[in-house]
């Protein structure tokens, strides 16, 4: 057989050569990067999981009773919740003496713009007592509104005093009128058969009176009920642990003021939810005047894989009563207080750590300018009412924006109220000479 004959030049075989050997390394470095980058994400795919299986461990190995196709999570550790009634009206009573749909419907609205997924509702009996079938129209009004929303709804049962009284007379129709109503509602997610019957913690013997009331209310929603989660919000966790056995999900609430001590009441609960073989939550957190800021102890729930429900969705304040003044999130019109709340509901939170940068709110010299404005027209009579306005309100915004004082008293809001007031220089002087002095540690 006759040798191949070569037909190219000596000069543009080896070219080949040389083009034919970069194409097989090209060839072999994509291949290997390939290689790396699917071990990488294999890897990562495998931590995810891992994490994910550790997450929800509770829930794999301890399910908890739900029907199907209701708002109960199979694991707890998913709850982000509030407690809820309405802004006005000063707390639960008022709430369902006043029951409007409208008002439950602009409420979730916010709720579900927050990605809220529970919400706790008390319950109230005298409303029952006084119109059963009213309060059963409400009662479904609200479920079925918060179930269109993605929201499941936790009822907190009140009760008569009646029927805590020998014999419980009535406890059992209260009990049986609520899971008729609402124990085939796809919205019911939990009942919590009574709030906190070991607070206040004396005297003793009444406490262990409550107690017994509550373990016998929830054996009767068990019952009455038995594909709906039962539990009870006891206020301390010490006194969870010794109703493990009278409940579906463990509950305990948790307004502690330091970090530690939230992390350690949180690492107790879960041991002994691990131990009774049962899931946990927390229904009751956050309160500014326990020194329980929403942001820390949200924080420290996440963390811990624990869900919770937040004191509460709205600011409950009538002008006399409600919680309004320490706790909430929503005033009536969707507007908020503290912005750290709902960004903490969305799991963002505030740089504790060391490497933070802290404002420079005069970079550019507008600390010195405004300062000065400021002065030139305090020191003219005539000077212009708007263009005072105009001073105060770049002064507020620095001030504002970059946290230079506390905002509790938002420094923007005080040049509004003055801008939709009648003129008011006194008032303008004052603001700007308090807004002088705030300032002048950040001048250049």
């Known amino acids: 057989m006759r040798a191949p004959t070569n037909h190219h030049p000596p000069e543009r075989s080896l070219f080949h050569n040389f083009l034919r050997n970069l194409a097989a390394l090209v060839m072999a470095a994509v291949t290997f990067a390939v290689f790396v980058a699917s071990a990488a994400l294999a890897g990562t795919a495998a931590i995810a999981v891992e994490s994910a299986t550790s997450d929800n461990a509770a829930a794999n190995s301890f399910p908890i009773v739900r029907r199907a196709n209701s708002r109960t999570p199979a694991d707890t550790s998913t709850i982000r919740g509030a407690n809820y009634c309405y802004a006005e009206y000063g707390g639960h009573y008022g709430m369902w003496s006043n029951y409007a749909p409208?008002?439950?419907?602009?409420?979730?609205?916010?709720?579900?713009r927050l990605g809220i997924n529970q919400i706790r509702c008390f319950?109230?009996?005298?409303?029952?007592?006084?119109?059963?079938?009213?309060?059963?129209?409400?009662?479904?009004?609200?479920?079925?509104?918060?179930?269109?929303?993605?929201?499941?709804?936790?009822?907190?049962?009140?009760?008569?005093?009646?029927?805590?009284?020998?014999?419980?007379?009535?406890?059992?129709?209260?009990?049986?009128?609520?899971?008729?109503?609402?124990?085939?509602?796809?919205?019911?997610?939990?009942?919590?058969?009574?709030?906190?019957?070991?607070?206040?913690?004396?005297?003793?013997?009444?406490?262990?009176?409550?107690?017994?009331?509550?373990?016998?209310?929830?054996?009767?929603?068990?019952?009455?009920?038995?594909?709906?989660?039962?539990?009870?919000?006891?206020?301390?966790?010490?006194?969870?642990?010794?109703?493990?056995?009278?409940?579906?999900?463990?509950?305990?609430?948790?307004?502690?003021?330091?970090?530690?001590?939230?992390?350690?009441?949180?690492?107790?609960?879960?041991?002994?939810?691990?131990?009774a073989h049962k899931q946990v939550m927390d229904d009751e957190t956050g309160c500014v005047a326990r020194a329980n800021p929403y942001d820390v102890t949200l924080q420290e729930h996440m963390n811990a894989h624990v869900g919770y429900y937040l004191w509460e969705l709205m600011i409950v304040w009538d002008g006399a009563h409600g919680w309004g003044n320490v706790h909430g999130i929503f005033y009536p019109d969707g507007t908020i207080r503290d912005p750290s709340i709902p960004m903490a509901v969305m799991g963002i939170f505030r740089n504790h750590g060391p490497d933070v940068v802290i404002e420079q709110p005069d970079r550019e010299g507008r600390v010195t300018r405004t300062i000065g404005d400021a002065r030139d027209w305090l020191a003219n009579p005539n000077g212009g009412w708007h263009a005072g306005l105009d001073i105060a309100e770049a002064a507020a915004n620095l001030l504002e924006s970059a946290q230079l004082v506390p905002l509790h008293e938002l420094p923007t809001r005080k040049v509004e109220l003055l801008r939709r007031a009648q003129e008011d220089r006194p008032a303008l002087k004052t603001l700007l000479e308090k807004d002088i002095t705030a300032l002048q540690p950040y001048e250049r």
């Open 102 to 112: 409208a008002i439950t419907e602009r409420d979730l609205n916010y709720a579900q």
């Open 123 to 275: 319950i109230s009996c005298p409303a029952y007592l006084s119109n059963s079938n009213q309060f059963r129209q409400n009662l479904l009004h609200l479920v079925r509104a918060a179930d269109q929303r993605g929201i499941g709804v936790m009822p907190v049962v009140g009760y008569s005093a009646q029927m805590r009284g020998e014999g419980r007379p009535g406890a059992e129709e209260w009990v049986k009128f609520l899971v008729d109503t609402l124990g085939k509602e796809p919205g019911l997610a939990f009942w919590d058969a009574c709030n906190e019957p070991d607070y206040p913690p004396t005297p003793t013997n009444r406490v262990a009176s409550r107690i017994a009331f509550a373990r016998q209310m929830a054996g009767l929603f068990r019952k009455l009920d038995g594909q709906t989660p039962v539990t009870i919000g006891f206020a301390y966790e010490s006194n969870m642990e010794a109703s493990v056995d009278d409940v579906d999900v463990l509950v305990f609430h948790d307004y502690l003021p330091t970090r530690e001590a939230v992390r350690a009441d949180i690492e107790r609960a879960k041991k002994v939810a691990a131990a």
